[in-house]
């Protein structure tokens, strides 16, 4: 299957879940919310489950597999169990930056012959950081004990940013920047549900973007398995 046929099979099927999410959530049925939610997660993860069995490369996808499934399972349960909810997107993270180690380890990082790899991931996670700073200096405060995780997750996000944008540099190509553009997204999605969750009043305005950006990113990145 090619990149065009993946996305005019699953494009409409995520635009339906996407309105059927937000009616449903007006009209607070909160189990049809968290159905509908992670309906459409789950079409990343059947979508690269999908591409795994047809090519037989679990080797490169089935580690994106499971961080969608991650996802999948964080969706539903940040709706009735927050904390729960936030270690298994933790977790999710780290399976993420687990596959791009292994698709670019350290030994093959020929970096004393091609240093601008180096300045390539240090250049997008220090951009990731500088912006969280500016996006929350006022924010910080409100924190409380939860202050460590706060400035912990930018650091990590934008080194996770960094690690895809590398991947795309050293191997060039479509798919590398498709996901790349995906970690954008879901970096971005990521500092809005920060936002909010210190403006719950001020920025209703986000929710919908949020959830576009979300699954967008979830699209793109599955999308480049498929290039």
Same mark, same amino acid.
């Given at each position: ?9 699953? /494009? ?22 968290? /159905? ?9 993860? +059947? ?12 080797? &490169?996808?089935?580690? =994106? +597999? =499971? ?9 539903? =349960? ?54 969280? &700073? ?5 924010? /910080? ?19 996770? &940013? ?21 970690? &954008? ?43």
């Amino acid at each position: 299957m090619s990149f065009w046929k993946y996305s005019f099979l699953v /494009l409409p099927a995520w635009a339906a879940f996407f309105a059927l999410y937000f009616r449903m959530k007006k009209r607070e049925l909160k189990l049809e919310t968290i /159905l509908a939610k992670c309906a459409g997660t789950f079409l990343a993860f +059947a979508g690269a489950v999908v591409w795994c069995w047809l090519t037989q490369r679990w080797d &490169v996808g089935g580690l =994106l +597999a =499971l961080f969608f499934g991650l996802c999948m399972i964080a969706d539903g =349960l940040l709706e009735v169990w927050f904390v729960p909810g936030m270690l298994c997107f933790a977790a999710a993270h780290g399976v993420l930056a687990w596959r791009y180690m292994a698709l670019l380890p350290p030994t093959r990082l020929p970096l004393q012959n091609h240093p601008m790899l180096l300045w390539v991931l240090l250049g997008v996670w220090a951009l990731c950081v500088a912006v969280a &700073v500016a996006v929350f200096r006022k924010d /910080l405060k409100k924190t409380g004990k939860l202050l460590p995780v706060f400035v912990l997750y930018p650091v990590v996000l934008g080194l996770l &940013v960094g690690q895809v944008f590398l991947c795309a540099v050293f191997y060039g190509g479509r798919s590398g920047w498709l996901a790349a553009a995906g970690m &954008v997204c879901f970096y971005v999605s990521d500092l809005m549900v920060a936002k909010r969750f210190f403006h719950p009043e001020g920025y209703l305005w986000m929710e919908k973007p949020i959830m576009l950006l979300y699954w967008g990113a979830l699209y793109l990145l599955e999308a480049s398995l498929w290039l």
